[in-house]
C-alpha cells in the first residue's frame, strides 16, 4: 500500500523577506535588490506565505477576500516570476535550527535552486582531495573543508566521490598532466586550486568531453611565463621556476574556504560559465578576477592536433572580399568590429595579448598603444625580452581606435606565427627535396662576406639583425609548405625561416631564422595577405632608400588634405620637434614614404641638408622616423606618419630605450646634417597628392590578384603561408617573395645594388664597403 504525500506548502522563496506598505505595494526584499507587486489581493495573500500552509489552507483562509479563481492565477503568476516555491512539510524545529535551515534554503534560492535539493545532493556528494604540495598543505585543506560541511572520500578511493579538487603550488606542475589524464579517462569533473600566495587561484572546473582541458590552460599560462620558463630550462628544471611562498594564516584560511565555498556550489548544483575560469584574489586589496580559460580546438589533449597543419597543406583560395573604408587601410572589416571580435583574447592570466593598453610616455593628443612582448626575440635570454626596440607588440593610428585594434592585430599576428609544435613540417635536405624547395640564400639574402665575420657581426648587434650560419644543402631539417599564388603549387621553405622560436639544437648550425617581414592578421584571409605584402614591398623600398644613403624627394603632407596632420604638426611642434616626410617609392610603382622627425627646441623650420640648428642638449635630435606603403597614396602617408608617432615615445622617455647600442647612438650622435639622406633631395620638386596615381578599387581580392600580377611580371614569386590558429579564428599570414628586400642589413647582390641605378638615383653601384654602417632598428 503506497503512503499518500503530504500537498506542499507554499510560501515566497527563503531568499526573499515580504513587506507590505499599505496603500502601495508588498515588496519582496532579497539581496539582489527589490521587487514590488501591487494590489491589495496581494496585501491579503502576503502574510500567508510563509510556507506553512498548503493550497487547501490558503483558499480556506482566504475566504472573503479572494475568490479561488483569484487565488489560482496570483500563485501562478508568483510562480511564473520564480518568487514562490512548494515546501515540503518538515518536522518541528528549534528556532537557531529553523533559521539556520531557512538561511540555507535563501543561500541555494539565491542561485536560483531548489534548497532542498540543493542541500540533499550537497550532503550526498563527497570530495577526493589531491595535493601536489606538502602534507602539512593536506591536512589544512581537509580541516577546511570539514568545517565548510563538505563530505571526504579516503584517499585510496577511486570510485566513491563526485568531485576531485586538486591543490597546487603552481598551474603548470608536471603532475598536472598526469591527474588531467586520468580524470579525463574517468570522464569525471576536478576543480584546480593554488590557495597560496598574495594572489591565490581558483578554477577552472574541468569537465570532460565538455570543456577546456588542463593542457589547453597550459598553453596559455607558458606563452605569458617565457622568463620563467627560459630560467627552468636553463636549469635543466621540467618545469618553470616558482616564486617562494607568500602568505599569512588568514590569507590562506581565507583561500581555503573560498575553495570550499567553490567547491560546495558546484555540488549543490549551482552553474555558471565562470566556473571555467581561473579566479584570482588579491588578497591585499581584496579584488578578484575571473580568467576564462577557453578550449583549443587544435589541443592535442582534447581536440585535434592536425588541424594547423592539415590548413597549411591546402591550396591558398582568394575569395571576393568587399572593402570596408577604415582609418588604417583598406579592410573587410570596421576597427569597431575587429575590436568586438578579437577583444576577448586580452588577458593577463588566460589571453593570448597581456595586455592592450596606451604606451604612457605617449602624449595624449597623439595614439600609440602596446599589446605585450614580442615573440620574435624568444631564446635569447630573459634580457632581451626587455632591452629592444622591438621588444613589445605595438600599434599606431590617426584614432585611439586604429592604434589600439592595430596593437592587437600586431601581438595575435606575431603569436600565430610563433612555434607551436603542431605546424607542418617535412624533414629532409635540400638536394633531395627536388624543385619544391626554395633556397633559403634567395630569402635571406646574406651576403658572403656577412657570412666570414658573422661571429663578431651577431656580438655586437640586436638578435633582429642576426647573420645565420651558410647554408648546408646536405643537412636534414625541418621544412614547411607554403603557397604559391603565382604558380598555383605548394612550395617548401625552411621551418625556422617561417615561425619564431622554432626549436634548434643547442651548438647546431642556425641556417635559418624568422623575423617578422611579411607577417600580417587581418580581418580576412585576403585583406592579412594583402598587408603583408605591402610591408614587403615598404622594407624593400626603405633598404634601397637607406643602405645606399640616397637622396629622395621630399613630400607635403599637407597637400592630402587631412585636418588631422595639421594637429599633428601642431603637437610635434609642442615638443620642440619638427617632421617631414620623403618619398622612397621604387620600381615596384606602389607608394612608399617615410616619415622623419627631430628635436629641434623651437618652433618652425624646416629639415635642411644644412641646417645645424637643433636645440637640445649639446644639439641632439633625438630623429625618429617610420614608414608607409599602401596602394592609396594617402594611406601611406597615414601610416608613415602614424609609425613616425609610435616610434617617439622611445625618445621621450630614454631612459627605457637606451638598452640598445645602435638606438642610443643614434639618439646621441646622429643629426641630420651629417646624415644626409635623411633630409630631402633639394634639387627635386616637392611631391603634391595630385602627383600619385591611384585607381581605387571595391574588392580586397581584385588588390591581391594585381599583385601577384605585378610580381610575376618582374619574374617574382609571392609564397603564402597560412599561420591562422583555430582557438584565435583571425586570418595570420606570412607573405614571402623571394628576391625582394628586407630592411635589416641584408647584403647580397641584386636589387639592393641593381635597382637604385636603375631608377637613376645613382650612376653606378654602391661599393658594398660604402654601404650605410648604420642597420635600420625599428
Not at 522563496?13 to 508588498?26: E, F, I, M, S
Not at 492565477?73 to 508568483?78: A, H, K, T
Not at 582531495?129 to 577511486?158: K, P
Amino acid at each position: 500500500m503506497e503512503m499518500e504525500t503530504a500537498p506542499p506548502r507554499l510560501g515566497f522563496r527563503k531568499n526573499l523577506r515580504p513587506a507590505v506598505v499599505p496603500g502601495d505595494a508588498t515588496y519582496l526584499i532579497s539581496e539582489q535588490g527589490v521587487t514590488a507587486v501591487e494590489g491589495a489581493a496581494m496585501a491579503a495573500l502576503a502574510p500567508l506565505l510563509d510556507g506553512s500552509r498548503d493550497l487547501a489552507e490558503l483558499t480556506r483562509e482566504t475566504r472573503g477576500l479572494l475568490s479561488p479563481g483569484q487565488l489560482g492565477s496570483l500563485l501562478g503568476q508568483l510562480a511564473e516570476a520564480n518568487l514562490v516555491a512548494g515546501f515540503a512539510p518538515a518536522p518541528p524545529a528549534s528556532g537557531a535550527a529553523a533559521a539556520q535551515s531557512d538561511a540555507t534554503s535563501a543561500f541555494w534560492e539565491s542561485a536560483g535552486l531548489n534548497g532542498v535539493r540543493a542541500g540533499a545532493e550537497l550532503s550526498a556528494g563527497r570530495v577526493r582531495l589531491l595535493t601536489v604540495a606538502s602534507g602539512e598543505d593536506h591536512r589544512a585543506a581537509r580541516d577546511a573543508f570539514r568545517a565548510a560541511g563538505l563530505r571526504l572520500a579516503e584517499a585510496d578511493e577511486s570510485d566513491g566521490h563526485t568531485l576531485t579538487v586538486v591543490l597546487c603550488e603552481d598551474y603548470l606542475s608536471p603532475v598536472l598532466a598526469d591527474i588531467d589524464a586520468a580524470q579525463r579517462r574517468a570522464g569525471r569533473p576536478w576543480l584546480l586550486a593554488k590557495p597560496y600566495g598574495v594572489e591565490p587561484w581558483i578554477g577552472p572546473f574541468f569537465e570532460p568531453h565538455e570543456s577546456a582541458c588542463w593542457h589547453c590552460l597550459a598553453h596559455r599560462l607558458r606563452h605569458h611565463r617565457t622568463a620563467h620558463s627560459y630560467v627552468g630550462e636553463a636549469l635543466g628544471l621540467s618545469a618553470p621556476v616558482t616564486p617562494p611562498r607568500a602568505h599569512i594564516p588568514a590569507s590562506r584560511a581565507c583561500a581555503l574556504q573560498l575553495l570550499a565555498l567553490q567547491a560546495a556550489a558546484w555540488l549543490g548544483g549551482f552553474r555558471d560559465a565562470r566556473q571555467s575560469a581561473v579566479w584570482t584574489l588579491d588578497s591585499l586589496r581584496g579584488e578578484g578576477r575571473h580568467h576564462p580559460v577557453e578550449r583549443r580546438p587544435q589541443c592535442p589533449a582534447c581536440g585535434d592536433p592536425t588541424l594547423v597543419a592539415a590548413r597549411v597543406r591546402q591550396p591558398v583560395t582568394l575569395v571576393s572580399r568587399p572593402k570596408v573604408a577604415t582609418g588604417g587601410g583598406h579592410r573587410s572589416l570596421s576597427g569597431r568590429e575587429m575590436l568586438q571580435r578579437y577583444e576577448h583574447l586580452v588577458g593577463e592570466v588566460t589571453g593570448v595579448v597581456r595586455l592592450l593598453q596606451r604606451d604612457p610616455r605617449c602624449p595624449d593628443d597623439l595614439n600609440a598603444f602596446v599589446s605585450g612582448s614580442n615573440p620574435a626575440l624568444r631564446g635569447n635570454g630573459v634580457r632581451t625580452l626587455h632591452s629592444a626596440l622591438r621588444s613589445h607588440s605595438a600599434g599606431k593610428g590617426v584614432t585611439e581606435l586604429d592604434a589600439k585594434v592595430g596593437a592587437l592585430c600586431e601581438a595575435l599576428e606575431r603569436y600565430s606565427g610563433t612555434f607551436q609544435g603542431d605546424e607542418a613540417r617535412v624533414p629532409g635536405r635540400y638536394a633531395e627535396l627536388g624543385e619544391a624547395a626554395v633556397h633559403p640564400n634567395s630569402c635571406q639574402l646574406y651576403d658572403e662576406r656577412q657570412f666570414a665575420g658573422r661571429r663578431e657581426w651577431n656580438a655586437l648587434h640586436s638578435p633582429f639583425q642576426f647573420v645565420c650560419d651558410p647554408f648546408d644543402e646536405s643537412a636534414v631539417l625541418d621544412w614547411t609548405p607554403v603557397w604559391s599564388l603565382t604558380e598555383r603549387r605548394h612550395r617548401l621553405l625552411p621551418t625556422a625561416m617561417l615561425y619564431f622560436a622554432t626549436p634548434q639544437h643547442t651548438g647546431a648550425p642556425v641556417f635559418a631564422r624568422a623575423d617578422s617581414n611579411g607577417n600580417a592578421a587581418g580581418s580576412s584571409l585576403e585583406d592579412a595577405i594583402l598587408q603583408g605584402f605591402l610591408e614587403l614591398v615598404e622594407r624593400d623600398a626603405v633598404a634601397l632608400w637607406w643602405y645606399n644613403r640616397t637622396r629622395q624627394p621630399q613630400v607635403d603632407p599637407e597637400s592630402f588634405g587631412e585636418e588631422w596632420i595639421c594637429r599633428m604638426r601642431a603637437s610635434y611642434a609642442a615638443l620642440g620637434r619638427e617632421f617631414w616626410v620623403l618619398d622612397l617609392t621604387s620600381d615596384l610603382g606602389i607608394p612608399v614614404m617615410c616619415a622623419l622627425s627631430r628635436r629641434t627646441g623651437r618652433t618652425g623650420g624646416g629639415p635642411g641638408g644644412g641646417d645645424d640648428g637643433a636645440g637640445g642638449s649639446g644639439g641632439r635630435e633625438d630623429i625618429v622616423f617610420g614608414f608607409g606603403c599602401h596602394l592609396d597614396p594617402a594611406l601611406a602617408l597615414r601610416r608613415a606618419l602614424t609609425e613616425m608617432t609610435q616610434m617617439l615615445p622611445a625618445v621621450l622617455d630614454t631612459e627605457l630605450s637606451f638598452e640598445d647600442p645602435v638606438f642610443r647612438d643614434w639618439c646621441i650622435r646622429r643629426r641630420v646634417a651629417d646624415q644626409h639622406y635623411l633630409a630631402p633631395d633639394p634639387e627635386a620638386a616637392v611631391l603634391q597628392a595630385g602627383d600619385y596615381t591611384y585607381t581605387p578599387r571595391a574588392d580586397l581580392r581584385e588588390d591581391v590578384s594585381d599583385a601577384v600580377t605585378l610580381l610575376r611580371r618582374r619574374g617574382m614569386d609571392m609564397l603564402v603561408l597560412d599561420q591562422t590558429r583555430p582557438d584565435l579564428g583571425i586570418p595570420v599570414v606570412k607573405v614571402i617573395v623571394p628576391g625582394l628586400r628586407h630592411f635589416w642589413a641584408r647584403f647580397a647582390p641584386g636589387r639592393l645594388f641593381d635597382v637604385p641605378v636603375r631608377l637613376g638615383r645613382l650612376d653606378r653601384p654602391t661599393d658594398y664597403n660604402s654601404l650605410n654602417p648604420i642597420p635600420v632598428f625599428v
